[in-house]
């Protein structure tokens, strides 16, 4: 998808794990440090920064897109093309700020192949930024959305 050439991309230097728990204690567990967390009716799941190389460590990236682009899809996308690319499957965990374009996405992927993730997704956005050649979308102005596939 070409609108890879336009995201801002942050790749995290640290190893990341998940972390559970229960509700009852959400107030003692819960990690100034957690990226992300999420619940599913019964255990909290944090995602943190890990140095214990016994766990299931991940890779995290995240991307922003410009405001108004149109992204859907994005994420199918992307994932797909990993698994078919480098056999490995993903997670994404989504947020919103409002001020940097609303929804954004922290990936994680196991350590293992992050080098050949995190290559596979610069030879893309380099393709693509390079077939494109500019820097801004044609016609992408506020109140307009133009999706780019």
Known sequence: MKVLA???????????EFQEFTSNDFPLRVNPETLAIVWDDKVWSQLVP????SKERFKIFRF???EKLDN????GWLGSHL????????????GQNGRQG??????GCPVEVADRVMA????????????LGNDTLPGLKAGVSKRVA
Not at 50 to 53: A, F, I, Q, W
């Open 6 to 16: 336009y995201a801002d991309m942050k790749i995290y230097e640290e190893e990341y």
């Open 50 to 53: 890990s140095r214990d190389t």
């Open 64 to 66: 922003y897109f410009k």
């Open 72 to 75: 859907s899809g994005f994420i």
């Open 83 to 94: 698994k078919c690319k480098i056999g490995t499957s993903v997670f994404v965990v989504c």
């Open 102 to 107: 609303g929804i954004y996405d922290y990936w």
């Open 120 to 131: 596979e997704i610069q030879r893309l956005m380099e393709g693509y930024k390079k077939e």
